[in-house]
């Protein structure tokens, strides 16, 4: 358990908070490439209200959704050439949040000179743009294997999650639900010993889940601290896993924006974008599926139905819940390593660590159930609404 103070030293990550802080030392997705258009975009990360758009040299500009004049949201604005111009008064921002043009001022004043917004530096890469928000320099983005992954079908996504990031990040090293949903220790399909361990490693954590009878069953992986990949089930019956993705980013202390990475070799090559807004409560049904919830948002209903940030004073962990106390070990080292000037956990600066192959075992996914549908529920969700 934690205590309330803990709780909330763990789940606040506003500008100003230590786990505020901790995260920003990372690169976070914060657009799928394909929505970031001429049309400047209002974004919510870690608690900052920020403006993306694409200028007309084609990169990224992501800064301060606020104009530094009277305040005005500028994703009413207009994009001119790299620059940004507000659509109150005029002035003009360029990709730099440097003021370039303020038209009621009078000619020759340098007030413009001193008016800068805040800007972040984006890159932008398998089909997500990243940013960093944190203390520069900024360290390298990790290239997980799935974002280097290109000759095949591709689906870059997002949507929200309507409760705490640390509800999601905990999901992901919470492998014991994996064996319950899947039917294994459900007393009508003949429950089997299953087994949990977790394994510290350069990049965070593997799951290691074995269950009797079954050789490699499953290990899903960790990327401190906020990233998991994993094996879904083959897209095509008798082919390959499907490698997955997802980060999963804090847009204030009661909301997370989850972006996905699906990937399988193919010889059509393709790249699908989703977006979608999630209601808090509402969950696609599927009749034929557990507990009655469609495959792609069993986990959202787990972790939105904790309660917007767990009671986590009042829980109890067991042995199978021991990913959890270590990914809360690796948090609170991080925060104490950057009370020591250091980088937290898993920041990498050294090219040579920069590309990251996780491994990948899953016997249990192969195990396809048709009538879950994963291919729908994974790859596409428009067609999932359907
Ligand atoms: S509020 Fe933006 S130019 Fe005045």
Redesign the pocket.
Known sequence: MLNQEDNKLFTSIGPGTPMGEMLRRYWHPVQCAEFVTSKPTRLKILGEELLIYRGASGKPVLTQLR?A????AMDYGRVEGDSIR?P????LYDATGQCTAQPAEPEGSGFKEKVKLKTYPVQEYSGLVFAYMGPLPAPLLPIYDVMMDEDGAKGVAMRNVNCNWLNCIENIVDISHLAWLHGYTFPAYGAKKVTYHWDRKDYGMDNVMDIEGIDDTHISCYAFPNVNRFAAPPADKGGELVKSMIFRVPMDDSSTMQFYLRFYASDKKSINFQRKTEQLGVYRQLADDWWGIDVGDQDRMAIEQQGTIADRPNEHLGVSDGGIIMQRKMLRESLELIAQGKDPHCVIRDPAKQKIIFPQKSSMMEQRQDHLNYNRAFVNWNAAAE
């Open positions: 104009c004049h009277r305040s005005l507000c109150y008064h005029g002035w």
